[in-house]
Structure formats: C-alpha cells, structure tokens
C-alpha cells in the first residue's frame, strides 16, 4: 500500500496536474462510464464534527475509493485546519487497499481545477475582468486557477468580511494584475468571468446586476439551503454542471429548480462540451452558469494522479498491508 502524506502533496501535484485529471474524469462522467456513489454526511455527535464519504469508480482509469472526512470545527484553536480529508485508493481488480492521500491541499486544487475547466470551456474568448465572491481559504485557489484560463487585466473582489482580500490581493499581485475591491454592482456591470465562493446561504449576487456575456462559476454551495446568487439569475443563464443529480439536491440550482424557475433536465453536464457533445457557450451574449457541486471523482481522480507522480518520481512511501 502506497503512503502519500498531506505535506508531500504541495511539491508533488500542481494545479495542472489537477486540470487534466478533473478535465478527464469530468468526460468519463458524462460518457456513463464513471459514476459517484451516494453521499454519506453525518453530524457524528462529537466535537460538533461532521464527517462523511464521497466514493465512485472511473471504469475508464480504474479510480476506485472514496474521501472520507469533514469539518471540525474547533480545529483552528489546535493549529489545524477545521476541513480534513483523506482519500483511500483500491485495486479495482482485487478490492485490496491500494494508496492513502492526504486529501485537504488536493481537496482545495480539485475545486479549483472545476471552475478552471468551465471558464476554459465556457467563458468568452476575450474576457478581460475577473470578478471574485468570497475571500476564505479556497478564494486564493479559485483566483490562481481561474487567472491562467484567460487574459485577465483586472480583478474585482467583493466579500461579506471586508478584512479578509489579503490572500486575494497577494495571488492578483504575483500574477502582475490589478486588484480592486468594489461593491457588487461594480463588479457584475464590469466582471466577464465572476467567481463565487462563499459559505453564505441567501443570494449575494443578483441578476439584474450580471450583465450578457457573463460566465459564473459559482462554487460555495455544495449543501441543502447553501445560495450564492439569486435563482432569477439561473434562470437567465445556461446552467452547466459537474452532476445534475448534485446540482438540483445539494448545489447553487436547489433553488431554482425547486421554484420551478429552472427545470433540472435543462442543466447540461460539463463532460458533454469537455467531449464536444454539448456546444458550450453559442453566443457572446449568453450568460453561462457553471454549478461546480463538487463529486468523490474528482477527489480520486486528483489523489490517483499524485501516487501515479509519487511513483514515478521515487517518493513513494510503500506499507505491507
Ligand atoms: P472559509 O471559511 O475559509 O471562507 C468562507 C467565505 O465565505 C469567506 O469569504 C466569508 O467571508 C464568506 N461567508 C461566510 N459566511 C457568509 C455569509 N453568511 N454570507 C456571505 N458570505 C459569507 O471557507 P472556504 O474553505 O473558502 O470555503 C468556501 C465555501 O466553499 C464553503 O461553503 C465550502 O463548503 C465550499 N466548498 C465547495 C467545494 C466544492 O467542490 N464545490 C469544495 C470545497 C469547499
């Protein structure tokens, strides 16, 4: 059994690396040969801890495991990071336990590389403006990801905590573009791309402040009651997904759809453009909405590709098991 502990995955995995794997298994998804397994979410009745797995199998690469972990919330007054993660890899043909990976860094490149892969796919080719929702831990991921898929010159930040742009400012700053912090009307009459990524649970982001063009990729709801933006707003766009099931229970369309704004078979799985079966965007006045939910395949497509390089490169740490 193959050992990949938490703190090798930083010189191990870059984001691109992490690109290609969801980019991939985001394809095998909507050709029918992978699929996610049923969530498991637990309040565990300890340390107000909830913890849970997220499991599927890629026939394709032969992905089998799952991510088991959550959130703790009194971690941060022990020095450690209240979401944690590992992923558990097994032999498709034997079932034996194949690999153990740190999960929390890969958890935060998996997410990021979704919104990535539908700003590539989605947004318009001359997008100049990024617009980003949100400024916690997983903010500074989702700018560095999303700053590479175009020639952004701007980037316009909002946030519910106004002392938290730090991580923002510091990533747009390496990246040699301009950083402003603006109210969101600013930031949707000006924003191409908008990135939300928050734990808020009523509408921050309105449709009538999101102009045509627009491509959103709203990436903080992953539970029942989360909303970033306000249904009209799913209504007005093309809504894209990583998967319809996810999007509709636990993602940024519960709400639209359970409204009767939007109707769960207009949602288009992104592995159907990944794989040239859907045509993305059709005009430069769409407004394209990527619902990035966040499913186990990504976790274990991520966690396969860092023991396939730690394999490769002799950083290995193999148990009898
Ligand atoms: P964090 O705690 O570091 O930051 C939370 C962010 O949300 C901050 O910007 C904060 O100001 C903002 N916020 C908090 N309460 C809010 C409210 N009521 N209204 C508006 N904004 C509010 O969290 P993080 O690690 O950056 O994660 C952000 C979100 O992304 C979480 O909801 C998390 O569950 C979600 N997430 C989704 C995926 C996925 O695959 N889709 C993966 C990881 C995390």
Known sequence: MIIVPEGAIEGLVTAADCFAAVEKVFAAMARRTARNFPVVREAIGHAEALYGFKSGFDRESLALGLKAGG?????????????????????????????????????????????????????????????????????????????????????????????????????????????????????????????????????????????????????????????????ELLAAATVFTDEVAQSTSIGEAQHAVASGLLAADAIVEIGTVINGDHPGRTSAGEITLFDGTGVGLQDLAVASAAVDLAVSKGLAVEVAF
């Open 71 to 231: 959130f703790w919330p009194g971690n941060a007054a022990k020095g450690l990071t209240n979401h944690q993660s590992t992923v558990f890899l097994f032999d498709a043909d034997t079932g034996r336990c194949r690999a153990a990976v740190g999960g929390n860094l890969l958890t935060a490149l998996r997410t990021a590389a979704a919104s990535a892969i539908s700003i590539r796919h989605l947004a318009r080719p001359d997008s100049r403006v990024l617009g980003m929702i949100g400024a916690g831990h997983q903010s500074a991921f989702q700018l560095r990801a999303a700053l590479g898929q175009r020639t952004f010159e701007r980037v316009l930040a909002w946030n519910l905590h106004p002392g938290m742009f730090g991580r923002l400012a510091t990533v747009a700053g390496e990246h040699g573009v301009t950083f402003e912090v603006v109210d969101l009307d600013q930031l949707g009459a000006e924003a191409d791309v908008i990135v939300t990524i928050t734990s808020s649970f009523a509408p921050i982001l309105k449709a009538a402040q999101v102009r045509p063009g627009t491509h959103l990729a709203c990436m903080g709801t992953d539970t029942r009651g989360k909303q970033e933006v306000e249904a």
